[in-house]
């Protein structure tokens, strides 16, 4: 196996971890309105992770932004106040959050990662400008950088140097490099490594002769280090021994113009300019919310396979289910035991609605906010399981169902005060199961379906076959609106209307197997229920 596929899939399940909860917490925070110090202190350790590990693997869009958003949580963590503007500072974590999911998506695929992430880059710098002149005494208003500059290195900061070597037959020496200089971003703030470039083939064969070799700066302990070093996976023996400002910035001893430096804050010196850098150099660095490279990356391989985090639990089960096969001494223990291992690796290859609903939370957060309605969000049955290629294929059909659901169910408040209703409306996403089915009700407490229009509607289409509207069954009036580009809105919005798109979910819903049902009641509210077979 390719050893840089392997580094990079490790980087694109944790990144892809660490983007999915920037996004729980904003999702959690919004009946608040505000960030808790937990969560600013929680978001800064995820951008500064996620600012080290794309720069490392030299995605250095990815790597610019996050430290741009790292540097406003940065303020936050030293200057927390009640009155930030939540709204404005959610949207700068939701479109960060939205920038990394796409260029980690392009990574998956093989695509080249191109994104610009320079429209956020100056929304987070106004962000932070603003709140800065707003929590800044006025005589100093003027004195307020455009970007914000880390303090430089003090006697606070440890310096160390390290050297790792790895036990004799250590498959993808890189990738445990790799994965050591992952831990280690949580609690350094500057990381030299050598050799640089890990993720190249030759890497693991050198890092297995000679070590892996780290300058390290930090503000933690000799201790904090080494127990972070021996987590990770391959270790033999671990050297570490102090160093300084002086010999962190020299490098190692015989500097090679490959090795590779990734400046987590921004206290560089004057003399570290781009002009000494010599070709094959890699450095990131603060400078205008730009980078600095000369690093020849080589173009990344179009993914063939998907790979999924396994909970360790599920690992422990099924090792031990394959030691009790291995000494069954009889067929009809060996045949439960196979049997038992069947059903667990099925499980294994099924993902908990969780996800789902997480991802939906956040559907509900946008459109809400941008069309100005007020939605309570409730979930139930997070802990059903779904085929990992089902949630991933009907999960377009929830987000259309949920978008007419807020745009063209949900009234305004106005008119839901006048109908007696709650002016906060109602959208409920439900999962269960039923026999050998798997239901997913998508519920809204809004104005139902009018079943008039929809039958005026049909019969301009000639989707009706002459009948009179009581001669129809209800049920038969609402399966007019999958018809393609129905609609019985007269108003084209951004989010489509009551119908548009339902032909596609249902065409998809159907291509797994599974069915389309619709209720309602003119008035009150309308369920969308995807049913699947649970097998």
Not at 161 to 170: N, P, Q, S, V
Not at 308 to 330: C, F, G, H, M, T
Not at 477 to 502: C, E, H, K, M, Q
Request: glycine content about 6%.
């Amino acid at each position: 196996m390719d050893s840089y596929i392997g580094i990079e899939d490790n980087f694109l399940l944790e990144n892809g971890y660490l983007v999915a909860r920037l996004e729980e917490i904003v999702v959690a925070a919004t009946d608040s309105a505000k960030f808790s110090v937990e969560d600013i202190n929680e978001i800064f350790r995820i951008m500064h992770t996620i600012k080290s590990s794309a720069g490392i693997m030299m995605y250095e869009n990815i790597s610019v932004l996050a430290h741009k958003l790292e540097d406003v949580f940065h303020y936050l963590r030293e200057s927390y106040s009640d009155d930030i503007p939540y709204n404005e500072l959610a949207d700068g974590v939701l479109k960060t959050a939205d920038f990394i999911t796409g260029e980690l998506i392009k990574i998956r695929s093989g695509a080249n990662v191109d994104g610009s992430g320079e429209e956020i880059i100056h929304y987070l710098d106004d962000f932070l400008a603003m709140i800065k002149k707003d929590h800044l005494p006025e005589e100093e208003v003027f004195q307020v950088e455009h970007y914000y500059v880390a303090p430089k290195a003090g006697e606070a900061k440890k310096y160390y140097h390290a050297r790792i070597y790895y036990r004799h037959g250590t498959e993808m020496s890189n990738v445990c490099a790799y994965a050591c200089i992952f831990a280690l971003s949580d609690l350094a703030e500057d990381i030299i490594y050598k050799p640089a470039d890990i993720t190249s083939n030759d890497a693991a064969g050198e890092i297995m002769r000679n070590g892996f070799e780290l300058q390290i700066a930090t503000l933690a302990g000799r201790d904090e280090i080494v127990k972070l070093i021996e987590q990770s996976s391959g270790e033999k023996e671990v050297e570490i021994q102090d160093s300084s400002i002086e010999e962190f910035y020299r490098g190692f001893t015989e500097i090679n113009a490959s090795d590779l430096i990734i400046s987590l804050d921004d206290d560089w010196e004057e003399e570290k300019q781009a002009e000494n850098l010599v070709a094959g150099s890699y450095v990131i660095e603060k400078e205008a919310g730009k980078i600095i490279s000369m690093a020849n990356v080589p173009r990344r391989a179009k993914q063939t396979s998907e790979v999924y985090q396994i909970p360790i639990d599920k690992i422990n089960e099924l090792s031990e289910l394959v030691e009790w096969l291995r000494v069954a001494d009889n067929k009809e223990e060996m045949t439960t035991l196979v049997n038992d291992v069947w059903h667990l690796v099925s499980s294994i290859k099924k993902v908990q609605m969780r996800s789902l609903f997480q991802k939906m939370d956040k559907v509900v957060y946008n459109i809400s906010r941008k069309i100005g309605k007020i939605v309570d969000f409730k979930t139930e049955g997070a802990e059903i399981e779904i085929e990992r290629g089902k949630a991933e294929l009907i999960s377009e059909s929830i987000i259309q169902i949920i978008k007419n659901a807020l745009d063209h169910g949900i009234e305004e408040m106005e008119e839901r005060k006048k109908a007696g209703k709650n002016a906060k409306g109602l959208v409920a996403l439900t999962a269960g199961v039923m026999e050998d089915e798997i239901f997913i009700s998508i519920f809204d407490d809004g104005k139902g379906l009018d079943i008039k229009r929809i039958y005026e509607v049909a019969c301009a289409r000639n989707l009706t076959d002459g009948r009179e509207l009581a001669e129809y069954d209800v049920k038969e009036i609402y399966r007019f609106i999958i018809a393609p580009g129905f609609s019985t809105n007269r108003d084209v919005t951004v989010y489509s209307g009551r119908g548009v798109g339902l032909d596609v979910v249902s065409e998809n819903i159907s291509g797994l197997n599974g069915r389309l049902e619709v209720d309602s009641m003119p008035g009150q509210w309308t369920e969308m229920c995807l049913w699947l077979p649970n097998n």
